[in-house]
């Protein structure tokens, strides 16, 4: 059974940074690509990145520039760091696994992590 679970969040001012790390289990890693997904209140679950296999990524235009997605094989980890931090940013921040990174069959939602950014 996949299981991911998410941490890393909190508040943090506007321009500031975090890092979310999304630990994955119960299945093989290479298997699957990672995505992450956000939640803002009243607004529907949106994909923010993405890291395939071979390590490419993909990112939202919100997110280029400004966030990078990166995969820890030996700690079954992927990470979000995420820099000059918007209040749009604001969020719970969630990550699944697919096949692919233009898939729609992603599974493995944990209970996310919340992000609060600041003005």
């Known amino acids: 059974e996949v299981q991911l679970v998410e941490s890393g969040g909190g508040l943090v001012q506007a321009g500031g940074s975090l890092r979310l790390s999304c630990v994955a289990s119960?299945?093989?890693?290479?298997?699957?690509?990672i995505g992450w997904f956000r939640q803002a209140p009243g607004k529907e679950r949106e994909g923010v990145s993405c890291?395939?296999?071979?390590?490419?990524?993909f990112h939202t235009d919100s997110a280029k520039g400004r966030f990078t997605i990166s995969s820890d094989y030996a700690k079954n980890t992927v990470y979000l760091q995420m820099n000059s931090l918007r209040p749009e940013d604001t969020a719970v921040y969630f990550c699944?696994?697919?096949?692919?990174?233009?898939?729609?069959?992603?599974?493995?939602w944990g209970q996310g992590t919340q992000v609060t950014v600041s003005s």
């Open positions: 119960g299945f093989t890693f290479d298997d699957y690509v």
């Open positions: 890291i395939n296999r071979d390590g490419s990524t």
């Open positions: 699944a696994v697919d096949t692919h990174c233009s898939g729609y069959k992603w599974k493995g």
